[in-house]
């Protein structure tokens, strides 16, 4: 069975600092990765994918994530945090012609002034 | 705007009663989708739907019951066997039912069975 591994549960960091949240997945076969971002009471956002090519891959708003199939992670990171990207973020991972996503437990960042 | 809409909000019963929980979307998506969040444990995947009339059970589905009468249409249904339903519930659409395309959320149902 597939699984997503999300060590983290909090992640506190200064405004401005940068940030890694962490993602491993399990899996034999090819897989495609997102990282979803979800605002308290709201549902989730998309903030990048990983479907193939290039394994940088990066958001509109500064975030971007790293395809590593040797360690089998994708960890998000971004140079320099606001306070607006406090929120939940959840990895999640497809596996290649299979159409279920599994979901890590998510990772709350909280950016303080 | 196109979107997916969940109602109500928040919503309250009693223990014993089924409640159902709306999920619309405007997307022309072929593909639906409920889960289920619980606080540190991240979604996990109740029903979905790959085309009209069509469903399949995922990870969870037991207490819990779906129907795909319109392509626009994905209601769930909690009924009194769900042993523990209280939770936030979060309804998603994909244009395909293929593992590369993206999920579109609804902003989510809070439940709450007293």
């Given at each position: 069975a597939q699984s997503v591994t999300q060590l983290d549960s909090q992640v506190p960091v200064f405004e401005e600092a940068p940030v890694e949240l962490r993602c491993n997945y399990s899996s034999s076969v090819s897989v495609y990765l997102f990282w979803y971002v979800q605002y308290p009471n709201q549902g989730l956002q998309l903030l990048l994918k990983y479907l193939?090519?290039?394994t940088l891959v990066e958001s509109i708003n500064g975030f971007e994530a790293e395809f590593n199939k040797s360690q089998t992670s994708f960890h998000l990171r971004k140079p320099s945090v606001h306070i607006s990207d406090t929120a939940e973020y959840f990895c999640a991972v497809s596996r290649y012609n299979f159409n279920k996503f599994y979901f890590g437990s998510g990772t709350k960042l909280n950016v303080k002034p | 705007d196109g979107g997916i809409t969940q109602s109500p909000k928040y919503l309250f019963r009693k223990e014993g009663q089924n409640v159902t929980l709306s999920c619309e979307q405007n997307?022309?998506?072929d593909a639906m989708y409920w889960y289920r969040q619980d606080p540190g444990q991240g979604l996990r995947l109740i029903y979905y739907s790959q085309i009209v009339n069509d469903f399949q059970k995922g990870d969870i589905a037991e207490g819990y019951s779906v129907s795909r009468e319109k392509k626009e249409s994905f209601p769930l249904t909690v009924t009194?066997?769900?042993?523990?339903?209280?939770a936030f519930y979060l309804c998603a659409s994909s244009?395909?039912?293929?593992?590369n395309y993206e999920q579109y959320f609804g902003p989510g149902t809070r439940l709450t069975v007293t």
């Open positions: 193939s090519g290039s | 997307l022309n998506h009194s066997a769900q042993k523990n339903p209280t244009i395909g039912s293929g593992s």
